[in-house]
């Protein structure tokens, strides 16, 4: 059974980092491409990170590039997103999920994905 759970939320300042991460089990991270999305209060999920699945390639919504990185580390079976310069506005639930083959464009798109973690919590302060 494949199992996807995140941690690493938080309550945050302007301008703060903060790393989440998703342990997975039943699955290997370094075999599936692995996507971040968050969905805040009132308004639809959307795509925010992902990394392919040679581990090589990475893809990012516009309004976090530069500030957001997503990793994995194969031997912790661990996907991470560290997310820099947070602003109020990336306050939301952000989940993991994992997507067994499909073409590049599914990686930005959730319905592609066919395990989801169940989400920690990110709240940013001004």
């Known amino acids: 059974q494949v199992q996807l759970v995140e941690s690493g939320g938080g309550l945050v300042q302007a301008g703060d980092s903060l790393r989440l991460s998703c342990a997975a089990s039943?699955?290997?991270?370094?075999?599936?491409?692995m996507g971040w999305f968050r969905q805040a209060p009132g308004k639809e999920r959307e795509f925010v990170a992902a990394?392919?699945?040679?581990?090589?390639?990475?893809y990012y919504a516009d309004s976090v590039k530069g500030r957001f990185t997503v990793s994995r580390d194969s031997a912790k079976n661990t996907v991470y997103l560290q997310m820099n310069s947070l602003k109020p506005e990336d306050t939301a639930v952000y989940y993991c999920?994992?997507?067994?083959?499909?073409?590049?464009?599914?990686?930005?798109?959730?319905?592609?994905?066919?395990?989801w973690g169940q989400g920690t919590q990110v709240t940013g302060s001004s």
């Open positions: 999920a994992s997507i067994r083959s499909g073409p590049i464009a599914a990686l930005m798109q959730g319905g592609g994905y066919d395990y």
């Open positions: 039943g699955r290997s991270v370094s075999s599936y491409a």
């Open positions: 990394i392919g699945w040679s581990g090589s390639s990475t």
